[in-house]
């Protein structure tokens, strides 16, 4: 009896400290890393948010979501991607990015928050975990105008300049051709006449 | 370190005597070969001693310049360690000076440096002032660059003159809200963490706050200097946040020995630079040792064909003028008999040997009037 009630008990204490280890550690962690990719914002042109997910537990993390509602409807367009996205495991040391493409609608400061992550901590968990990813902070979106001035080709500028240069290299040249005709045929006529 | 900052001292103090006599010597070379320039009479032998002082004037510029990257390169190592040394020295009195200034608040007092270990009285105020983790909150991290650093069966190493970025993981696994207000981190010295070598910039996140039961994940990125290349320290990247009650923690995502290491750049652009230099210098010199060797060595051989060509072209004179004119053979394509100038060029007058004046003839200054020197021709 005695042997009995103590491999009970060898038996419990262990069920008991994986029980534990299951509560306090392992398990799925999940960093998220939410960044802006341009160098500049302008108003109307792209700008690309990379999501990157990293699982840093031992466990997979199961029915991973990512929901982004940081970018108003007034003021940005989504162009590509998707703000709510869903991957059903992620496994421990593994990792996934994800890309949105927007639109800026108007010229303001905006601040840039984090987004959500919800999922489960491993198969047995209940409920869902929620982090949140990190924020890229205060971004400036500029005007077109302003983005043009640094970086367009300048087209229609240097057609018009080279339309207000044309009559000081064109005249002077005219008048040097004309001249060289004139001297050449009288030189030639010279010549043949000599001949 | 100090036998080799000695080492360094010497070499430097050697460089620069003998910067100095080459300086002096350089100095006197020059006015000689100026005075040997302005007694030169022909063009060849100026060009040479141009081109001998040039090649000179060179070798010191070199020179020169090594001795003063070696000079900078030893006073830079040397200044370091004096600097390191101050810097050392500076550390340990202000890290002895906290403890005394606390306490002389709470009133034990001590006059100007304290000894090595603060006592346990001094110890107990630092750590009521020093901020901690809280129990609550669990951290952890993994650096995005360089990606895979620091994990399970790899050495935690650093590239240097980098930005290293490290993603950290909060869970609160309190009751309360946790507001997190800072980033920072630092390096230390690896056998005494409480020793800062260099602190790194603070990242703030605005009080962000993060829920019961829930994660938060924030991104703390530092520029590692190049000159800590080959060190180790004990790098330490702390959060920092309060709870609801205003309570501030400070806790340690990281807090572990690095080793900085020189990452291996495929293309340098100074180093391919440097080569063509060299390159373009070896050449150089090359040609000036060419063009001395080609003016000095056929000297006689130049002097010997000279005037072997002024013979040449008398008796080709005299020839064509006893043959009047008739002997094209003897004639050399219009080039002098030694082939080195062109006859042509020289007016008739200048290569009959008959017709020049007699040494009799008088100096242009007795002539009287040039009628009376052409009738006097005449009748000659």
């Known amino acids: 009896m005695s042997q009995l009630t103590a491999c009970a008990f060898l038996i419990g204490l262990v069920i008991f400290t994986c029980g534990a280890a299951a509560d306090s550690d392992g398990g799925a962690q999940l960093i998220g890393v939410k960044s802006i990719a341009n160098n500049l914002i302008v108003k ?28 108003p409807i007034d003021y940005f367009a989504v162009r590509s991607g998707f ?51 990190t924020s890229p902070g205060e971004i400036a979106v500029i005007e077109t105008a302003d983005y043009d001035r640094q970086f367009s080709a300048h087209a229609m500028d240097w057609l018009t300049f080279g339309m207000m240069t044309t009559p000081s290299i064109i005249i002077p040249f005219l008048l040097w051709y004309a001249s060289v005709r004139k001297y050449s045929n009288l030189a030639s006529h010279s010549s043949r006449k000599n001949n | 370190r100090r036998t080799h900052s000695r080492f360094l001292q010497i070499t430097v103090q050697f460089q620069h005597k003998l910067a ?48 003063q990257e070696s000079a900078a390169g030893g006073a830079s190592p040397e200044d370091q ?61 993994l650096f995005l ?64 706050d993060v829920e019961p039961g829930r994660e938060a994940s924030f991104v703390y990125q530092f520029n590692t200097d190049p000159q800590l290349a080959a060190r180790s320290f004990g790098l330490t990247v702390q959060l920092g946040y309060r709870d609801a009650e205003g309570k501030n923690y400070l806790h340690s995502a990281i807090n572990q020995t690095v080793s900085l290491f020189e990452p291996d750049e495929g293309f340098d652009g100074e180093t391919f630079f440097m080569y063509i230099f060299l390159i373009v210098l070896a050449a150089l010199a090359c040609a000036g040792i060419w063009y001395l060797l080609k003016t000095y060595t056929p000297a006689k051989k130049l002097a ?77």
């Open chain 2, 20 to 67: 100095r006599v080459l300086f002096f010597s350089f100095i006197t070379s020059v006015s000689h070969f100026c005075r040997l320039f302005c007694d030169q009479e022909s063009q060849a032998s100026r060009m040479r001693v141009f081109a001998v002082s040039v090649l000179l004037l060179a070798l010191l510029a070199f020179h020169a310049v090594l001795a």
């Open chain 2, 304 to 380: 010997a064909k000279s005037r072997h060509a002024v013979k040449s072209s008398k008796a080709a004179a005299l020839s064509a003028d006893s043959a009047d004119g008739s002997a094209p053979n003897n004639n050399n394509g219009g080039l002098s008999p030694g082939g080195n100038y062109n006859l042509e060029w020289i007016p008739q007058q200048h290569l009959d040997i008959k017709n020049r004046r007699a040494k009799t003839a008088q100096s242009p200054r007795q002539r009287k009037s040039p009628t009376k020197q052409a009738s006097s021709d005449a009748s000659d």
């Open chain 2, 81 to 141: 360690l004096e600097e390191e040394g101050n810097v050392e020295s500076e550390g340990a009195e202000r890290a002895e000076k906290v403890p005394t200034g606390s306490a002389a608040d709470s009133g034990a007092g001590e006059p100007g440096m304290a000894s090595d270990t603060p006592s346990a009285e001094q110890q107990d105020e630092m750590t009521k002032l020093q901020l901690g983790p809280s129990d609550k909150v669990q951290l952890s991290h």
């Open chain 1, 83 to 133: 703000q709510h996205v869903r991957w059903t495991r992620l496994p421990p040391g593994a990792n996934v990015s994800h890309t949105l493409i927007l639109t800026p609608l108007q010229t303001f400061v905006f601040n840039a928050s984090h987004a959500v992550m919800r999922y489960k901590v491993s198969d047995e968990a209940t409920g869902s975990t929620v982090g949140y990813t």
């Open chain 1, 44 to 71: 109307g042109m792209d700008v690309t948010v990379q999501y990157d997910i990293y699982n840093v537990g031992d466990k997979a993390a199961m029915n991973v979501q990512l929901e982004e509602d940081g970018f």
């Open chain 2, 145 to 208: 660059y360089p990606a895979g650093a620091g994990q399970v069966g790899r050495s935690l190493d650093l590239p240097t003159g980098k930005t290293i970025r490290v993603a950290m993981h909060m869970r609160n696994k309190g009751d309360s809200t946790f507001h997190v207000d800072l980033a920072t981190a630092a390096f230390r010295y690896p056998m005494d963490m409480s020793y800062v070598i260099q602190n790194f910039s603070t990242v703030r996140y605005h009080g962000q």
